[in-house]
């Protein structure tokens, strides 16, 4: 099963998320479900590297645990209300698919006091 923790701030913005773990979904190679996040994943990165160019955050991957993760840097507030647009639609994107996927799926949030 693939985890996603999205995190978000206390005014409700999503600020970082990790994922970990194989979805499970079928043979390594013909996974629907992996393929799918993957690619929600790559696509995620490469729009958050366009909009904040060398400040891109933090994404950090690990194929030993299968953790990627990513927290938001500090950048001025037209970049963040892009930001939070991309992160937001990656969230929708993942919650639809957890529907579908359940057993291969799972999704929380958590607000990070600050």
Same mark, same amino acid.
């Given at each position: *099963?693939? #985890? @996603?923790?999205?995190?978000?701030?206390?005014?409700?913005?999503?600020?970082?998320?990790? *994922?970990?773990?194989?979805?499970?979904?079928?043979?390594?190679?013909?996974?629907?479900?992996?393929?799918? /996040? !993957?690619?929600?994943?790559? /696509?995620? $990165?490469?729009?958050?590297?366009? @909009? /904040?160019?060398?400040?891109?955050?933090?994404?950090?991957?690990? $194929?030993?645990?299968?953790?990627? !993760?990513?927290?938001?840097?500090?950048?001025?507030?037209? #970049?963040?209300?892009?930001?939070? @647009? @991309?992160?937001?639609?990656?969230?929708?994107?993942?919650?639809? /698919?957890?529907?579908?996927?359940?057993?291969?799926?799972?999704? $929380?949030?958590?607000? #990070?006091?600050?």
């Amino acid at each position: *099963m693939t #985890k @996603l923790k999205f995190i978000q701030d206390k005014s409700g913005n999503f600020v970082a998320f990790r *994922m970990q773990g194989h979805a499970g979904y079928a043979a390594e190679g013909n996974d629907i479900v992996c393929a799918a /996040l !993957s690619a929600c994943v790559q /696509l995620f $990165e490469q729009s958050v590297v366009e @909009l /904040l160019g060398e400040e891109k955050g933090s994404f950090t991957a690990n $194929e030993k645990t299968t953790e990627i !993760s990513f927290s938001l840097p500090d950048v001025d507030d037209e #970049k963040k209300k892009v930001f939070y @647009l @991309l992160i937001s639609s990656f969230y929708k994107y993942v919650t639809r /698919l957890q529907k579908q996927y359940k057993k291969n799926i799972y999704c $929380e949030t958590e607000v #990070k006091p600050c």
